[in-house]
């Protein structure tokens, strides 16, 4: 009984561990970079399309809000790199992967 719960507990402990591995942070030009929508980049000019993806599962589903949270960031990070000022999410979230576009605006 007592092997069982242990192994119950180590299962539950990397359950949670894992979950944590895929976290992605905002680069400090990343957080310059706006999220936007459409009607406000216009005037802008499309520097380029992004695509980002990240884990959607570690062992569970991972949390949809987490997981959408993360492809901004890395969109964000990406639009950065690509002299953008502005971002527009072109997609709805599938299996962990997200499209937009990235925008300059003067």
Do not use: H, P, W
Not at 68 to 73: D, F, H, N, Q, S
Not at 88 to 103: E, I, K, L, M, W
Request: hydrophobic share 40%; aromatic share 2%.
């Amino acid at each position: 009984m007592k092997n069982q719960i242990m192994k119950c507990s180590a299962t539950v402990l990397a359950t949670i561990a894992l979950g944590g591995c895929t976290y992605v942070s905002l680069s400090e030009a990343g957080s310059q970079v706006a999220q936007s929508d459409a009607d406000a980049v216009t005037a802008c000019t499309l520097v380029g399309n992004i695509s980002s993806q990240t884990k959607d599962k570690v062992l569970i589903d991972r949390n949809t809000g987490k997981v959408k949270e993360e492809l901004i960031v890395l969109a964000r990070n990406r639009a950065a790199e690509l002299g953008a000022t502005d971002l527009v999410q072109t997609g709805d979230v599938d299996a962990g992967t997200a499209s937009f576009s990235a925008y300059r605006c003067n």
